[in-house]
């Protein structure tokens, strides 16, 4: 009997093999521990910067994030602290043997976020800002490059080429949701982009829950969903105080419930034979 060939579908070259970017000699994003990113929206003030970073060592986290430069979309909105909020970050961060995340949003900002950071964040607004990439890529300072919320996977991809080709290669990819027709979620978190980004690219995958879905009640679950497609680590936004927090209050979580939700995603974790830390 005469069988029709099998048509198989494209299947995407997959390199399946993370490489971890090493951050010092003794923590990297990429390996067998799924790494958590965790801090304020913005450094407001120095108690609540430390508040943050007691709360994040605590639980045995190792990287403090927080903004000193921020994206707003309002010009009447909270613009960050500037060189003071990297100065404060910087403090509570040694303090408490913590590591840094923060954004740099200007191409002029870099020399000085680099001072202060052990990681580079660039943001969703900033994906496809060319002079930035290549600025952050002639460095060997580990990058966070977020996902444009309106960027497909590839451009996103297309956009850590711009840095790898000016020779960093520590790039980290953090899927932090896309804008659909969906208006009940502030973005749309796309768990398809964590596997896919990891499956096309050689680079560690994180995501935020935080902006993905803006709403503090939902962070949890997606923060679940983000390690099931396989993230190696979560940037998440907490607070000591989110009522009163000077941006992204509605998707902070407060800081006395940071125990609760890493003992939730070591649960997760331990079904892929990982850790969460
Ligand atoms: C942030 O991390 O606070 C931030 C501004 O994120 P995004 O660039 O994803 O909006
Ligand atoms: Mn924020």
Not at 149 to 166: N, P
Not at 244 to 271: C, N, R, W, Y
């Amino acid at each position: 009997m005469n069988r029709l060939p099998k048509i198989q579908p494209p299947q995407p070259q997959s390199t399946d093999a993370t490489k971890p970017v090493h951050i010092t000699s003794d923590f990297a994003v990429g390996s067998s521990d799924v790494v958590l990113m965790a801090g304020p929206c913005s450094v407001e003030n120095y108690a609540q910067t430390r508040a943050a970073a007691e709360a994040v060592a605590r639980v045995g986290g190792r990287v403090l994030r927080g903004g000193a430069f921020k994206p707003r979309t309002s010009p009447d909105s909270f613009q960050g602290l500037g060189e003071q909020g990297l100065e404060i970050l910087r403090d509570v961060a040694d303090e408490f043997g913590l590591l840094v995340i923060t954004e740099a949003l200007a191409v002029e900002h870099v020399p000085l976020v680099a001072r202060y950071a052990d990681i580079i964040q660039l943001g969703s607004r900033n994906m496809q800002h060319y002079p930035l990439l290549w600025a952050v890529g002639e460095l060997e300072k580990p990058v966070l490059l977020k996902r444009g919320f309106m960027s497909t996977i590839d451009e996103w991809l297309k956009a850590a080429e711009h840095i790898s080709s000016r020779g960093n290669t520590n790039i980290i990819l953090c899927e932090r949701g896309i804008r659909t027709f969906e208006t009940a979620t502030r973005n749309t978190l796309d768990t398809n982009a964590i596997a896919l980004a990891k499956q096309l690219s050689p680079y560690p995958v994180i995501a935020d829950p935080s902006h993905a879905t803006g709403r503090a009640a939902l962070v949890l679950p997606a923060a679940r969903a983000a390690l099931a497609a396989g993230a190696d680590g979560l940037l998440v936004e907490f607070h000591p105080d989110p009522a009163h927090a000077l941006s992204d209050g509605q998707q902070s979580l407060p800081l006395s419930t940071l125990p609760h939700f890493v003992e939730e995603m070591g649960k997760i974790t331990a079904v892929f034979n990982r850790t969460f830390t």
